[in-house]
């Protein structure tokens, strides 16, 4: 677990947050919590370029996912997720440079 998780986790539990039942779960909430807010920015990189003509941001959409994809390689119920992006979505951003 990375240090600044265990602390995040450490500090929540002296507050009485809820942190799953143990270190693991933990990191894989704020895993999959991660994955989500990824692909929210990557779509909102992508709407600050088609609506509003802010090209910039579509070069920080490949490294946006990546982040996702790595994150979901580390959970067998995120495989196929990870697999659609590698397939599906890095091709086509890769082609349209």
């Known amino acids: 677990m990375l240090e600044w998780i265990d602390q995040y986790r450490r500090k929540a ?20 919590v991660g994955v989500q807010r990824q692909i929210k920015v ?9 609506r509003d003509g802010k090209m910039r941001y579509m070069d920080d959409i490949p490294l ?3 982040y996702a994809r790595d994150a979901c390689q580390r959970y067998p119920e995120l495989q196929d997720l990870a697999h ?3 397939a599906e979505v ?3 951003l890769e082609g349209r440079a």
Not at 13 to 32: Q, T
């Open 84 to 86: 659609w992006l590698d």
């Open 90 to 92: 890095f091709p086509r």
């Open 13 to 32: 539990l002296k507050v009485g947050i809820a942190c799953g039942s143990d270190a693991a779960e933990f990191e894989r909430w704020v895993d999959w």
């Open 64 to 66: 946006t996912l990546r």
């Open 42 to 50: 990557a779509g909102i990189f992508a709407r600050l370029n088609y």
